[in-house]
């Protein structure tokens, strides 16, 4: 078992019933995301963003709304459709077996804290794999200059896609020059899952780059995105489309078997609606300032990814595949090699 569940509380705990602007993108849909319709419909995003693995995606949308129903006391919620992604761990972990629970999911919800946020093997992200290597979980931001209005963009991802020969940082094509260490088994494996038929036997692995195999490209990522800029839905839907670029940057190709879905949400304030009018005050940021707050989701993006698999140890899962992770000296070399390190 190597699966849990990641939670994302745009206002906080004390903030869960307080809606959020909210836009959503999908580069390429072999995932889920529940909730985007309404998303999509409304605008808003009320409650939790949850990450899990792909056969848990109902069991946390259900535990999300139980704990909803019973915080609300007064009686005062209607319907909830929460939003919960996935990616498919199955490759190290029994997705089969069900492992994640309701108390699992209610755990994830009332343990959400502010501050540093885990890394690597954690939460939903616990059994992933990018660009064959252990991924998981991974964080970055940044924050504007004040000219630019100061504003600040964060974004997690769960990091469960791509192939090696296409992993690239800063322009540096890392996975052609850490062709290896791969996924491997040991030897005299038996391996029940066809698609990870032709992996290496761990010790005999060649130098260079192997041949493709059939499982590259074939994982997921869910990235989350927040900021405080007062952004309203359709400018919230646009920040999520520059996810793909961070992505594509990274060597993601939105491959026909990847779920690359995004969702981008603001924590400004939003008033109370006028009690005549029904008018709702809200302040906005001009279009022609959205450039900063693109680039700053492109960059964290990058970032994230990079900082899921440096934060990710090796994991030993199903069938004993070893899934390596990326080496940090090795990525510093190459990165010098190129000139983007001193």
Request: with cysteine; net charge negative.
């Amino acid at each position: 078992m190597r699966t849990g569940v990641t939670m994302v509380l745009p206002r906080g705990r004390d903030g869960l019933d307080d809606p959020v602007y909210a836009g959503w993108h999908t580069l390429n849909g072999n995932g889920e995301m529940t909730g985007t319709t309404w998303v999509e419909e409304s605008g808003m995003l009320a409650g939790p963003v949850a990450i899990t693995n792909t056969h848990s995606v109902g069991v946390v949308r259900d535990a999300i709304i139980g704990a909803l129903v019973k915080r609300d006391t007064a009686g005062e919620l209607v319907f909830s459709l929460p939003v919960v992604a996935e990616t498919f761990d199955g490759f190290l972990s029994d997705i089969n077996g069900f492992h994640v629970k309701p108390e699992h999911a209610r755990r994830a919800l009332e343990q959400a804290a502010g501050g540093p946020v885990q890394e690597g093997n954690v939460g939903g992200g616990t059994g992933m794999m990018c660009h064959l290597f252990k991924g998981g979980i991974g964080t970055s931001s940044r924050r504007l200059r004040e000219q630019q209005g100061g504003w600040t963009v964060g974004v997690l991802v769960q990091c469960n896609y791509g192939g090696r020969r296409e992993f690239n940082v800063l322009g540096v094509p890392v996975g052609q020059e850490i062709p290896s260490p791969m996924p491997c088994f040991p030897a005299g494996q038996v391996v029940h899952q066809p698609i990870l038929r032709g992996l290496p036997t761990c010790g005999e692995q060649k130098q260079g780059m192997a041949e493709p195999l059939p499982m590259e490209g074939t994982g997921s990522i869910i990235v989350v995105v927040a900021t405080d800029a007062p952004l309203l839905p359709h400018q919230l839907k646009k920040l999520a489309k520059r996810v793909s670029l961070g992505v594509g940057r990274m060597g993601g190709l939105g491959e026909n078997s990847s779920g690359d879905i995004f969702i981008a949400f603001s924590t400004m304030p939003l008033p109370a609606p006028d009690s005549v009018t029904h008018a709702r005050a809200v302040r906005t940021l001009d279009d022609d300032w959205l450039n900063p707050l693109y680039q700053a989701t492109v960059r964290a993006t990058e970032e994230a990814i990079v900082n899921a698999m440096l934060a990710a140890e090796d994991m030993k899962g199903a069938d004993n595949l070893l899934v390596p992770a990326l080496p940090a000296e090795r990525l510093v070399a190459a990165l010098r090699k190129y000139g983007r390190m001193p």
